[in-house]
């Protein structure tokens, strides 16, 4: 029986059981935590973040308690609830969204999707390291990084790098940049040298090794207590108030709450976001193993992934990424606005497919060697029934269900179940992954231009994909 056809308790036990659920809450600490709601089958229904446990869980079983419309249903089925102490608010906001995305309860609304929390990186590899806010710290731009995170405020994160660039004047450019590179003399840097936020390492005007004593300064501040700067700012901070410059003072205080922010962070050995912690694959390897699993008689070169993205229907679109040799060839990237479904992923993949390889299937193009669909036995379904109007048929089709990771494969009865470190698993989450952020990013835009009738802005080089919009195709 699935949660929507959960029995809801007899109405004339509704009064023992929220006065039961409620001295239960009475007896709980007031620690921050979480919390877990179950229904009558010990399942879990939702989980809450609190500052005070027994404050926040008792608050659901007051007698004019109004959760709103989303959430006053449970109150019907919850039977039992379970708690976990947390040593912070932040702490217990990162468990919170763990457990969320693990057990996707049916009445959490927030944290489902695949928004994570940001990171901040310093890549030490450089000779000049660059300082990064990011949601992915393991891309291969950042390997052998310094990672500190994920942090539970990506403004608080921002603003607290924007101050600490005006101390340690670092870089925050994604240009290689080389000490024997004659041409640096020439470069003219951006207008952070000119406001004192960088050294312009870009323009020959710092040395290597004092630019690495800044950064090293930079990460020792982040990797403690920050003790002897907050004492600073909090004596300036004083002075400007007692000489009643109070705009100065709040604009000091500012800084200081940013700067304390830093602290309201996990690390990666806690594992808080595996799924955007875990080192992305060696991917020619990846390649070659997903080539052996399927049994394949010639090497994988390229594989596309077909995604689909809407919100209850409206604005739906569909993406396709490509993959050459394991790597991203941004410039055969194509988003589609679907004009034959609204809320039916089935119908938009039938769609998409029919629409993206209409020339491969009249002999006009060539097929990847493999194309992975974001779904599902039923979206792979849907896919070949889009490929069976065609008269050309594509080598191999698959499919990646999202929840247990399974891999269903054309004409195969039952899915392949790899290990979590599967490198041809890791591709294939990798691949599906990047047709899912390009389409939410294509469904975004579509959005805002419908909400606010703006036009969509130009998307960044790494957002986005150059070469022709399939939208109109």
């Excluded at 809450?48 to 008792?58: C, H, Q, S």
């Excluded at 962070?265 to 060696?282: I, K, M, N, S, V």
């Excluded at 809320?343 to 006009?364: F, L, Q, T």
């Excluded at 004409?411 to 979590?420: F, M, T």
């Amino acid at each position: 029986m699935s949660d929507e056809t959960v029995p809801s308790a007899p109405a004339g036990d509704a009064p023992d059981r929220i006065a039961r659920l409620a001295r239960k809450a009475a007896g709980l600490e007031r620690s921050p935590g979480v919390y877990l709601m179950k229904d009558a089958r010990g399942r879990v229904i939702y989980v809450g973040k609190a500052a005070r446990l027994r404050d926040r869980v008792g608050s659901y079983f007051q007698g004019a308690a109004d959760l709103g419309p989303k959430k006053q249903p449970m109150l019907e089925v919850v039977q039992d609830f379970d708690t976990v102490a947390c040593e912070s608010e932040w702490e217990a906001l990162l468990a919170e969204n763990r457990l969320i995305k693990d057990l996707k309860p049916r009445f959490n609304v927030r944290l489902m999707d695949d928004k994570t929390f940001p990171y901040l990186v310093v890549t030490m590899r450089d000779e000049f390291p660059g300082v990064y806010v990011t949601r992915q710290p393991a891309a291969p731009e950042f390997r052998g990084a310094r990672v500190f995170g994920p942090f539970t405020s990506a403004q608080s994160l921002r603003r607290a790098v924007h101050l600490l660039q005006k101390v340690f004047k670092f870089r925050t450019c994604h240009l290689d940049i080389h000490e024997g590179d004659e041409k640096r003399r020439h470069f003219r840097p951006c207008i952070l040298h000119s406001i004192g936020q960088c050294t312009a390492p870009c323009a020959a005007r710092i040395g290597k090794p004092e630019y690495r004593a800044d950064i090293d300064r930079f990460v020792r501040c982040l990797s403690t207590k920050r003790a002897d700067m907050l004492r600073e700012l909090r004596a300036e901070m004083e002075d400007a108030s007692k000489a009643l410059r109070f705009e100065h003072a709040a604009t000091l205080r500012d800084r200081i709450r940013a700067i304390e922010k830093l602290d309201e962070r996990g690390t990666r050995r806690q594992g808080w976001q595996p799924e955007t912690e875990a080192l992305l694959p060696d991917p020619r390897r990846g390649v070659k193993a997903l080539g052996r699993i399927l049994r394949l008689a010639e090497p994988i070169r390229c594989v596309e992934a077909v995604d689909i993205a809407h919100l209850m229907g409206g604005e739906t679109v569909g993406s396709k990424v490509c993959f050459v040799d394991g790597r991203p060839l941004k410039s055969e990237y194509r988003k589609y606005k679907i004009r034959t479904a609204d809320n039916d992923d089935y119908a938009a993949i039938r769609e998409v497919v029919s629409r993206r390889y209409r020339e491969a299937g009249d002999g006009n193009a060539l097929y990847p060697d493999v194309i992975l669909i974001d779904g599902g036995l039923g979206q792979l379904h849907a896919a070949l029934e889009a490929f069976e109007t065609l008269p050309a048929k594509p080598p191999m089709v698959i499919s990646l269900a999202k929840k247990e990771e399974l891999i269903y494969v054309q004409r195969e009865s039952e899915p392949i179940r790899l290990g979590r470190e599967n490198p041809a698993l890791r591709f294939c989450q990798a691949i599906r992954d990047e047709a899912h952020r390009f389409a939410q990013s294509y469904h975004h835009v579509l959005r805002r231009k419908k909400t606010f009738g703006e036009k969509p802005r130009p998307p960044s080089p790494r957002n986005a994909a150059p070469g022709p919009d399939a939208a109109g195709r």
